[in-house]
Every structure is written in C-alpha cells, then in structure tokens.
C-alpha cells in the first residue's frame, strides 16, 4: 500500500530543500521534461526559469542509442547574475580574439584663445605613423603662425593625443565658429548646429557648447564624451544629438508568482527507458500538502521618475497592488506575502483564484484520457477504471462503475458501485474497508472488512476483521479467503464447481502474510545452504586428497565460504523473525468462525487458528466456531451491525 504518511513527509522535506537551492543539474528525456523538473526543484513557475545546455539529448534510433538532455537551471534573479558574469567572460574572450584593424595615426589642429594647439594619434597596427611634414602642413592651412617647429617635433614623436599648443596665429573674432541650440520633443532632446569658422576664427571649444547649452536651459542629459569628440571632427551646418533626456518608467504592478502549473495544455509525459512515453503516467493531478507555498505576491514598484534636458522631473505612475487570489483551503502566512495550502489535496486556478481541494473527480473512465491517478485526499471516478490503469488515494476512493485488471490503493475505503473485475491480476490495497456489488477474480487486501453483495468468486481476499456476502445471491466460491474475526456468506463453495474454496479466520491475515512469505524464504535460503554445503564439501575433498588447488579453485572455494556465512546469518534471522510473528499470531485472542445463512457445500476448507476442517456433507444455515481446539458446527449466527451499515459518507 502507498504510505501517503511517508510521502507527505518527503513531499514537506523536499520544500526545506528547494528553500535553499539556487541552481540545480537536471537531466531529462527531452528539453521540456528536463525544465519542467528544474522548475519543480527551483519551486518556481516554468516560465521564470533560465538554463543553460550543457549537453544536447538525442531519442535514439529504433530503441538504441538514446541520450537525455543536460541543462544547468537557475531562477530568474539569479540568472540575470550569471548572465551579466557570462557576458563578461564572453566580452572579454571576444576583445582577446579580436583581429586588430590597422589604423593610421591622425592629427588634429584646433585654434582658440590660447592660441594653435595641435594634437597627435598614434597609429594601431600597422598604421601609418604621422610625420613633422605632416604636422607643419596641417598648421598652415589653418593659417598657423610662430609655430614652434620643436614643440611640434615633440607632439608628434609622443602622439599622446593631447592638444599642445604649438603657435599663434591672427585671430579675427567676427569669423569664430558660432553654435546655435534647438530643443524638441517636449524638451526631451536638443540639437546644435555649428557654422564653420572663417579665415582666423576660432574653432568651436566644448566649453564653448557648454556654456551656449546652459543658457538655452539645457543641463541634463548632455552628451559630454561625445562633445570631445565632435570639436575634433565637427559636422558643420547640421542639427547634431548632444542632449537627451530620460523618459520615465511606470512601476510595475503586483502580481502572483505561481509554484504549480497553471495551463493543463502542459502537462509533461512520462518517458520509459525504452524512449517510448508511457501515457498512463500524465502527472495531471497536482498534488500538494498541508502549508505548502502555493504562491507569492510580488508587491507593486514605485515608478521612477524621468527628467527633460532642461532639468524638469517627470512624474512616473506607481505600480497597482492587487487582492491575494484566495479560494477555498488555502491561507496568507506569516510574511503577508505567501499563499499556504491548509490541508493535503489538488492545488487548482478556477476563476483566477487558488483553491486546494480535498476531493478529486474524474468525469468518465480512468483510461489513457486521464492516465494514472494518485491524489493526496479522496478520488471520486464516475465511469470505470480500464484494464492496466493505477488509481492511488489517501483517503476513499469511489467508482461508480467497474474496476478491471487494474490497481487500486486508499488509506481510506475504497467503494465500487458496480464491482470488481480483476481477471486474475487486479489487485485492490485499502488501510479500511472494500464495499462492491461483486468481486471476481481478484487479490484484494483490507485493513478492516470486505463487503461484497453480490459473492466474490475465484479471488484472494485478505480482511483484517471479516468478509462478508450478505445479498439475495451473495456467495463465496473459489480462491482463499482470510479474515481475523469472521467469514460470512449466503452460501460458500458450489455443489457443481471443482475449484477450492479455503476459509481461515482467527488469524491476523497480515502478519499470517508475512509469515508464510518468510516461511517460503526459509525453505529458499534452506535450499542455497545446503547446495553451498556440497560444492564446499566437493572442493575441500579435492584439497583433501592433493593437497593444493588451482588458483581458480581455490578463488571458487573461498567465495562458497563467503556465500555460506552470508547464508547462515541470513536463516538465523529469518527464523527468529518467523519464531516472533508465530508468537504473536499465538497472542490472537479473537473467536474467529465461519458462516453460511443457505448453504456451505462439500469441498470448502474451513481453518481456525491451528485447526482445519475438510466439509465432505453440506450443511444449511450453519456457523463453524473453534471448541477446545476442534472446529465445531453450530446454529448460524449474524454478521455483526458494522458489517451491515454499509460505508460512511458514501456518494451516492
């Protein structure tokens, strides 16, 4: 039986776990499986998951060959972190990598107050290298005069792209450069635009642009490293972009960061070792526990503020607060920011609200549509269950048609409307009780009773209190059947039928389970020991008679010495821990019996406790009790109430 005990609790540790995870190694079968379980282990949404590929999966050919994908995932915050490191290193590698362009040196001659400055660039590469000629005919044509040729001499042995000045020459102020200034877009940008300077006027200075912007009004945003730039090469009679503004940026809004799957439409498939998906396993059912983080509110952003070119702020809208999406189960904790589960169950988005709910229904058939189910509350299923389909619960769970050859397991009580059809391998697990209209060819195991109104044919029933067939029709033929306090039945075994029918009661059907499968590991291991025994005594006759053996043999000898040690602790321990569940079998106080209200026919075993009784007549209304260890027939008795109450809470 699924201990949903212990899976809750894994279930809880998990979540402390992922608390402190920051980046997980994940694999999976393909891409989506393989983000989808990052998400789960990172215990955020899907969509706020970054990765990287470390190794490209691939699905095989015809079964072989096949090889799952490798990602490293991290959550969003952290992955803008990595991504700025990444970038970096790769910003880095590509400078290092980069082929160098060859660039000639320059030279630059700008007249101002100061008189003529020159200023000279090295060359990159293999570029060519700026010369005195070179220098002394740029000054000319700027109409340069006392020019100190040795100064010039040094400028341009250093080229350290500085200006230096290096001369005069005949300034005319009427022909300076002028600079106008244009301020557009809402005063979000401004624009100069420069006249060249005639013969003996100054060249324009940054000072000078700055100076000209600040009595335009202009004081924010001014594009000061391009300015420099600009002066060295100005572009003249054209409107130039040296200021702009910043525009303001609104608050984002709260919003609900999600620890589960909101969209169905992606729910991720199972993939077998063979590469094939195994549809059954839909993982449709998203289960939760008890103070589970379901959700978290992000709070809303304060807007930031923007600013014009002429310095006024521009006011920015503060992101909006919303109401927690509250449905039923679920809670605000402690920090005013998560949304806790309030009991175990299904975790849903109906309606744009969270809900937890304790009870999940399945429209129609549990087939291929809604694959496997295993559900932390109660399962309701309102068609069948189809042959080769497992439904798990810890609480009841409820069909309202058939069970076929398939699997079913509740810590609660598990009740089929229209009975159970096992065809020899469906097996149905429960921590209460069973309730059906028949029950055929099935292992059934029950930690209270099974109540079928029909029979139970050909199966193998295991109750801890009783078994009981109380309808018009209601019979026990075939198979065994075991129960602590009582085996009740309209009639029990078949005057036409040749198979065995066996009812032992008196006993705890559990323990007497694991007892009997010690009992069959004893004879096992019984057997290993004595064929162990006869290849030892083999060899050792070998060693015997010549007085050495073959470093084979002698390797075999030693691992059947080994083997015979392992052996022989392991039967000393299955025989105290048979001695113990025969000692408490032993303790069993309960008056176990065995009833027919028609008939019990020729044929039915009847066992209680120690004792065991062979019907060879047929008997009518009749009930077989334990009478100083002897098996005694007497008047029938009735079920006891419970038996005949029926299941609590039943949805009819």
Known sequence: MVDFVQLQQLMKDQLEADRAIHTVDVEGSNLETAVAEAAVLLNLPVGRVDYEIVERGFPGFLGTGKKDWKIKAYGRALAKKL???????????EAEAQVIV????????????????????????????????????????????????????????NAKGIYIRVGSFNRKFSNDSMVSVNITDQDMKAFISVIPPGPGGADISVET??????????????????????????????????????????????????????EQSRVPFKEGNDGR??????????????????????????????????GQYIPAKSGQDIEFPLGSNVHVGEDRMTILSDIAGQVVLAAGKISVEPVYTVQGNVNLKTGNIMFLGTVIITGNVEDGFSVKAQGNIEVKGTVEKAELEAEGDIIVLKGISGKTTGTVRTGKSVYARFIENAVIEAGNMVIANEGIVNSQVDAYKRIVC?????????????????????????????????????????????????????????????????NFQTLNNILQQRKSLPPDKEEQLKEIMGTQKVLTADLKQVTEDIEKLQEKLNTVKTRGRVSASDKIFPGVKVVIRDAIEDVKNEYKAITFVLDNDLIKAIKYEEPDEEAKRGPAGYTE
Request: aromatic share 4%; charged share 30%.
């Open 83 to 93: 991504t700025d490191v990444l970038a970096e290193k790769q910003d880095i590698a």
């Open 102 to 157: 060859d660039k000639d040196g320059d030279i630059f001659v700008h007249l101002n107050d100061d008189g003529a400055n020159l200023k000279v660039t090295a060359p990159i590469g293999n570029g060519k290298h700026m010369t005195l000629a070179d220098a002394m005919q740029a000054l000319k044509n700027k109409g340069v005069a006392d020019i100190d040729q040795n100064m010039v001499q040094s400028v341009v042995r």
């Open 209 to 262: 642009i700055m100076r000209v912007l600040k009595d335009n009004r202009v004081v924010y945003g001014i594009k000061e490293g391009f300015l420099q730039d600009f002066v060295d090469r100005p572009s003249y009679k054209v409107p130039v972009l040296v200021a702009e503004g910043t525009q303001p940026v609104n608050g984002r809004n709260a919003y609900i960061q999600y620890n589960f799957r909101t």
């Open 277 to 310: 998906v195994d549809f059954r396993e839909s993982n449709a059912i998203q289960n939760v526990v008890k103070d589970q983080p379901l959700g978290k509110k992000i709070p809303p952003e304060e807007g930031i503020m923007g600013r014009s070119v002429v």
């Open 470 to 534: 109380q309808g018009k029709r209601a019979r026990i033929v075939g198979g065994r059947y075991r129960a602590s306090e009582e085996i009740n039945a309209k009639t029990i075994g078949s005057a036409a039928s040749g198979t065995e029918t066996i009812c032992e009661v008196g006993i705890d059907p559990k323990t007497k389970k694991e007892l009997d499968d010690l009992i069959t590991k004893k004879l096992a291991l019984e057997k290993d020991l004595e064929e162990a025994k006869l």
